[in-house]
C-alpha cells in the first residue's frame, strides 16, 4: 500500500462520505509541498475500491467515496503500528 493511499484512508476515516472535490480541497488545505494531482487521487480512490477498502456511491449526481469497514481495520492497524514507535 502506497503513501497516498494511507492518506486517502485517513481522509476518509471517520468522516461521512466526501465527493472527489471535497477530498481534493481537504488536501489543499494542508499545503503539502508537492500535493497529488487531481487524476491520481481519483485513480487511487479507484484502486483502493478494487481492493475493498472504499466503497463508492452516488447521490445527487455526485459520485460519492467513504470507507470501507476493511479500510477502517487497514487504518487502524495503521495507528497502532505507529502509536507503538517510539520517536528519538
Not at 57 to 76: A, F, R
Amino acid at each position: 500500500m502506497s503513501k497516498i493511499d494511507i492518506f486517502l484512508l485517513a481522509t476518509l476515516f471517520g468522516k461521512n462520505r466526501l465527493s472527489l472535490s471535497t477530498i481534493v480541497q481537504r488536501i489543499q488545505f494542508m499545503k503539502i509541498t508537492q500535493p497529488p494531482s487531481r487524476i491520481t487521487i481519483y485513480q487511487r480512490l479507484h484502486t483502493l475500491k478494487g481492493n475493498e477498502l472504499v466503497n463508492i456511491s452516488w447521490e445527487e449526481g455526485k459520485k460519492l467515496y467513504e470507507i470501507s469497514p476493511q479500510g477502517m481495520l487497514v487504518i487502524t492497524e495503521f495507528k497502532e503500528q505507529l502509536s507503538g514507535l517510539k520517536l528519538v
